[in-house]
């Protein structure tokens, strides 16, 4: 593959992959110059939700929140929707829920530019589904909270919300060495919630959680270490957890997620890497956590950042490629089936989007629909939302 990136056609035309399989490829249409993180949703109807957020770069306040809808049976992407507009805030990590009383929820963070430790959570509500949307509230106030992955309806009817803390040791810049999850409950449709951490989870972020058919609640995570996928589970609804363990996986210190299929079986999508051997990697942090005048984050701290107990600090800039699919047939224990959807170096040590030198495949999404579909969308290269739909026989081909 070249090093140099080359500009997206981001027009949203579906295309047939000409491989034996139902795999079909979109990139999702927009006009923003960077395009990140993004999360999917199929609605009972049929049609296919993509949320991301986009603007010049992350970080900084014309970051705003999209929305581009795939109606059941057509063959186009719709042109993005804005969802917010704060000028003051960069607002990120956008999530879809469906509540059981069938309205759309839409949750994101709003940071001050530059800063994860200012981070605030926000949210729309929607009841047409998603056509038009209610006034934007906060749901958490708490300086430093993220989201990332969906909320996850419980069997006895609380609702399961997955957070983590960009937590900022006195007289330094967030570096992501001390940052913890955990999970809030809320047994009234959101009205409140209570919080229950994550024992022992330094380092283990963007927790994304699935029901199990036993019933247990299972938890795989992002590793600011880029050493692996970790996991943790809970039996009581989410009120406790296991202190969460490297699997045999991979990680980058970039953004997974996992969904259960209708058969049961899981669906991973990653980057199937990790920091070994990652001998190309700036001293200092890469630019996804500059500030807005670019002031790079470990030099502005002037002494070495805070270690954990273990000696580790938070790798930044290994590789963000391949990206993989996996399937677990026994509850996440093991992964017999990977198959790689997109191949490429994967440079990552930039975050600006307007000179085109990021070539990261990252931050996923995955949904299987009720058709038996599985649908993927993630950032190709921070200047588009690239979308694939496969099948189960295809990833196991």
Not at 214 to 241: E, Q, V
Not at 260 to 266: E, P, R, T
Request: hydrophobic share 30%; proline share 5%.
């Amino acid at each position: 593959m070249s090093n140099q990136s080359t500009t997206i056609v981001a027009d949203g035309k579906l295309k047939m992959c000409p491989d034996g399989f139902e795999h079909v490829e979109a990139y999702i249409p927009s006009d923003c110059i960077q395009n990140h993180a993004s999360n999917l949703l199929v609605l009972d109807n049929g049609d296919l939700l993509c949320t991301w957020f986009g603007g010049t770069q992350e970080g900084i306040a014309d970051i705003h929140i999209y929305l581009s809808r795939l109606k059941k049976g057509q063959k186009e992407w719709s042109k993005a929707v804005k969802l917010s507009d704060d000028p003051a805030r960069s607002e990120q990590n956008p999530i879809l829920f469906r509540a059981p009383d069938n309205k759309l929820w839409l949750l994101y963070t709003a940071q001050k530019s530059g800063n994860q430790d200012t981070a605030i959570v926000r949210y729309r509500i929607s009841e047409d589904e998603g056509y038009s949307w209610g006034p934007i509230e906060t749901l958490f106030d708490q300086p430093g909270t993220f989201i990332r992955q969906p909320i996850v309806v419980l069997d006895n009817g609380d609702w399961l919300l997955p957070v983590f803390y960009c937590i900022t040791p006195p007289g330094q810049k967030w570096t992501g060495n001390k940052d913890i999850s955990a999970v809030k409950i809320s047994k009234d449709q959101g009205e409140s919630w209570e919080e229950y951490e994550v024992p022992n989870s330094l380092g283990c972020v963007h927790m994304n959680i699935e029901k199990l058919d036993d019933g247990t609640l299972l938890a795989l995570f992002r590793s600011r270490w880029a050493d692996h996928i970790y996991s943790s589970c809970s039996t009581d609804y989410g009120k406790t957890w296991s202190e969460p363990i490297p699997t045999q996986l991979p990680n980058n210190n970039s953004s997974i997620q996992f969904t259960k299929l209708n058969n049961g079986h899981l669906a991973l999508v990653f980057n199937n890497m990790n920091a070994d051997n990652c001998t190309e990697r700036r001293l200092s942090l890469y630019d996804e956590i500059e500030d807005e005048e670019g002031t790079d984050i470990l030099s502005a701290n002037q002494d070495t950042p805070e270690k954990d107990d273990e000696g580790r600090q938070a790798f930044w800039g290994a590789p963000r490629a391949p990206m993989t699919v996996a399937i677990s047939e026994d509850g996440g224990r093991t992964w017999p089936y990977k198959k790689d959807i997109e191949i490429g170096d994967g440079y990552a040590m930039t975050n600006n989007s307007k000179e085109k030198l990021n070539r990261e495949y990252s931050y996923p999404s995955i949904k299987q629909s009720a058709d038996g579909k599985i649908h993927i969308a993630f950032t190709y290269f921070r200047q588009a939302i690239k979308y694939v739909c496969v099948s189960e026989e295809f990833i196991k081909s």
